[in-house]
């Protein structure tokens, strides 16, 4: 098969086209033909040897895909609902920048009825990990306010959609009057200009001075301290990623008087029955808003998967709005 192979740390261009074995699925897993596969930042930190490879997964980047089973454990499949040439899209731990891919069969979900491969190929990463942080560590409820940091990552235009299919009022920031209006087109209640405005100012006077009740941070940093002003008491804040820096300085005190959690995860290593769990709550609550149009796939820009390098020089300018694919 071809593949998309990392040849050394370094910038996009040590993303190469290479030759590879093809994989072989073992027991409760399958083998996907993979038409597109979705472009996401720790496609780009793994890139820089910033994100190591959990053990056993294939060092090849891409955690997120879509296409066609055409191999795989039969028993597994059948009590999942597949059978060989249904079209899926799963997430995986590493393998995804190649024509055929591995996964769990617990990890695959069907491609929503309605939706291309290249639209079905962005979904898996970003949901799965929405879904994991803001309804199950964060525990969003309808009629809570829900802040997003960077509403026009993958990440915060899944966030917006799905909080606002969910009843949740939705607050997000972005850095630009233009990726603002963007975020308000997707369904955002208001969207705030960082470079422009003092987000916890802002938030303070969008909620009346209450504050939101859970906050999805990708920024951390001198972010968490600041966040921690926007939330309500009993608010929850809940960071997935460290753009910002690793060292944050909180008010201990706030955190106590006020009952605040601060939380935070990461998807890529956990076990497959986690992964799993939260594929059939999206399967459950997601998937019929998706296949509604109620909640849909926001796609940037479309790549041949040879031009990777040009994917990820785009996704770092961050002048995207929404997914980055590759396809074959």
Request: charged share 20%.
């Given at each position: 098969?071809?593949?998309?192979e990392?040849?050394?740390?370094?910038?996009?261009?040590?993303?190469?086209?290479?030759?590879?074995?093809?994989?072989v699925?073992?027991?409760?897993?399958?083998?996907?033909?993979?038409?597109?596969?979705?472009?996401?930042?720790?496609?780009?930190?793994?890139?820089?040897?910033?994100y190591?490879?959990p053990?056993?997964?294939?060092?090849?980047?891409?955690?997120?895909?879509?296409?066609t089973?055409?191999?795989?454990?039969?028993?597994?499949?059948?009590?999942?609902?597949?059978?060989?040439?249904?079209?899926?899209?799963?997430?995986?731990?590493?393998?995804?920048?190649?024509?055929l891919?591995?996964?769990?069969?617990?990890q695959?979900?069907?491609?929503?009825?309605?939706?291309?491969?290249?639209?079905?190929?962005?979904?898996?990463?970003?949901?799965?990990?929405?879904?994991?942080?803001?309804?199950?560590?964060?525990?969003?409820q309808?009629?809570?306010?829900?802040?997003?940091?960077?509403?026009?990552?993958?990440?915060?235009?899944?966030?917006?959609?799905?909080?606002?299919?969910?009843g949740?009022?939705?607050?997000v920031?972005?850095?630009?009057d233009?990726?603002?209006?963007?975020?308000?087109?997707?369904?955002?209640?208001?969207?705030?200009?960082?470079?422009?405005?003092?987000?916890?100012?802002?938030v303070?006077?969008?909620?009346?001075?209450?504050?939101?009740?859970?906050?999805?941070?990708?920024?951390?940093?001198?972010?968490?301290?600041r966040?921690?002003?926007?939330?309500?008491?009993?608010?929850?804040?809940?960071?997935i990623?460290?753009?910002?820096?690793?060292?944050?300085?909180?008010?201990?005190?706030?955190?106590?008087?006020?009952?605040?959690?601060?939380?935070?995860s990461?998807?890529?290593?956990?076990?497959?029955?986690?992964?799993?769990?939260i594929?059939?709550?999206?399967?459950?609550?997601?998937?019929?808003?998706?296949e509604?149009?109620?909640?849909?796939?926001?796609?940037?820009?479309?790549?041949?998967?040879?031009?990777?390098?040009?994917?990820?020089?785009?996704?770092?300018?961050?002048?995207?709005?929404?997914?980055?694919?590759?396809?074959?």
């Amino acid at each position: 098969m071809k593949a998309i192979e990392i040849l050394r740390a370094g910038a996009p261009e040590v993303l190469q086209l290479a030759e590879r074995p093809d994989p072989v699925s073992g027991a409760g897993e399958v083998l996907i033909r993979v038409a597109a596969a979705g472009v996401n930042r720790p496609d780009v930190l793994q890139r820089k040897g910033l994100y190591p490879v959990p053990p056993g997964a294939s060092e090849l980047p891409g955690l997120e895909l879509a296409g066609t089973i055409v191999a795989g454990d039969a028993t597994a499949m059948a009590q999942a609902g597949f059978k060989l040439g249904d079209r899926v899209c799963a997430l995986v731990a590493g393998g995804g920048y190649a024509q055929l891919c591995v996964a769990p069969v617990g990890q695959c979900l069907p491609a929503p009825a309605g939706l291309s491969d290249i639209e079905a190929a962005s979904l898996p990463e970003t949901f799965f990990t929405v879904w994991s942080n803001v309804f199950d560590r964060a525990r969003l409820q309808p009629g809570e306010t829900l802040l997003v940091q960077g509403g026009t990552s993958g990440i915060g235009v899944t966030a917006i959609q799905i909080a606002k299919a969910a009843g949740a009022t939705v607050i997000v920031t972005a850095g630009s009057d233009d990726k603002c209006a963007a975020c308000v087109a997707l369904g955002a209640d208001h969207a705030i200009n960082y470079r422009s405005h003092d987000f916890v100012a802002e938030v303070k006077r969008l909620t009346g001075g209450k504050g939101v009740d859970v906050i999805l941070d990708m920024v951390a940093g001198d972010y968490v301290a600041r966040e921690l002003n926007c939330l309500a008491d009993d608010g929850r804040l809940v960071i997935i990623a460290v753009q910002g820096g690793i060292d944050s300085k909180i008010d201990a005190g706030a955190v106590l008087r006020r009952r605040l959690t601060i939380t935070g995860s990461t998807l890529r290593p956990r076990p497959v029955a986690f992964k799993a769990a939260i594929a059939a709550a999206l399967r459950k609550n997601v998937w019929p808003w998706i296949e509604a149009g109620s909640v849909k796939p926001v796609i940037y820009k479309v790549f041949p998967a040879a031009e990777a390098a040009q994917a990820h020089t785009l996704m770092e300018s961050n002048q995207h709005i929404g997914k980055l694919v590759l396809t074959w």
